[in-house]
C-alpha cells in the first residue's frame, strides 16, 4: 500500500476546512439557552446570599433609579421608583456575561448587544431579551422569589 503524496493545493483546501468547521463549531452556540461555564461566573457579591437567605441579593437603596446593578449573575434594575426587575446576566446572543449598566443600558462586552432596564434589547446582534428573574422587595431589601 503506498501513501499517496500531498501537494500544495491539497495542503491548501484541508487547511480551508479545518477553518471552516472552526468558524461553524464557534458560531454554532449563537441563541442557545445553554447555561454559562460555571468557571466564566463570578460568585454572588460578599455578604449576600443570591437566594431567599438572610440579606437577600441586595438592599433597595443600593439599586439606582434609572440604573442597576449586577451581582453575580442576577441584573437588578430599578427603571422607576419602587419598579425593581431581576434578569440574568447571560446575554441571549452568545452566552457572555453582561458587564455594566450604562446610560439606561445593560451592555455586553461580547459583541456590542444592550438591553432595556426591562431586559428588552434595545441594540443588537442579540435578538431575544434576557431571561427575566422572579425578585420581590421584603423590607429593604430585594430577593429571589
Known amino acids: 500500500m503506498t501513501i499517496p503524496e500531498l501537494n500544495r493545493r491539497t495542503a491548501v483546501a484541508g487547511a480551508g476546512a479545518l477553518v471552516a468547521a472552526a468558524t461553524l463549531t464557534a458560531c454554532s452556540t449563537y441563541g442557545k439557552d445553554d447555561a454559562p461555564d460555571p468557571a466564566k461566573t463570578e460568585p454572588a457579591a460578599p455578604g449576600t446570599s443570591g437566594a431567599n437567605g438572610a440579606g437577600g441579593i441586595a438592599k433597595t437603596a443600593?439599586?439606582?433609579?434609572?440604573?442597576?446593578?449586577?451581582?453575580?449573575?442576577?441584573?437588578?434594575?430599578?427603571?422607576?421608583?419602587?419598579?425593581?426587575?431581576?434578569?440574568?446576566?447571560?446575554?441571549?446572543?452568545?452566552?457572555?456575561?453582561?458587564?455594566?449598566?450604562?446610560?439606561?443600558?445593560?451592555?455586553?462586552?461580547?459583541?456590542?448587544?444592550?438591553?432595556?432596564?426591562?431586559?428588552?434589547?434595545?441594540?443588537?446582534?442579540?435578538?431575544?431579551p434576557l431571561k427575566t428573574k422572579s425578585v420581590r422587595v421584603e423590607g429593604d431589601s430585594i430577593v429571589e422569589g
Open 62 to 128: 443600593d439599586i439606582p433609579v434609572g440604573g442597576g446593578k449586577i451581582i453575580g449573575s442576577t441584573v437588578l434594575t430599578q427603571p422607576a421608583a419602587g419598579q425593581f426587575v431581576g434578569l440574568d446576566a447571560t446575554c441571549t446572543h452568545a452566552g457572555c456575561k453582561v458587564n455594566e449598566i450604562a446610560g439606561g443600558t445593560i451592555n455586553c462586552p461580547c459583541h456590542g448587544s444592550k438591553f432595556n432596564l426591562d431586559g428588552s434589547v434595545a441594540n443588537g446582534p442579540a435578538t431575544r
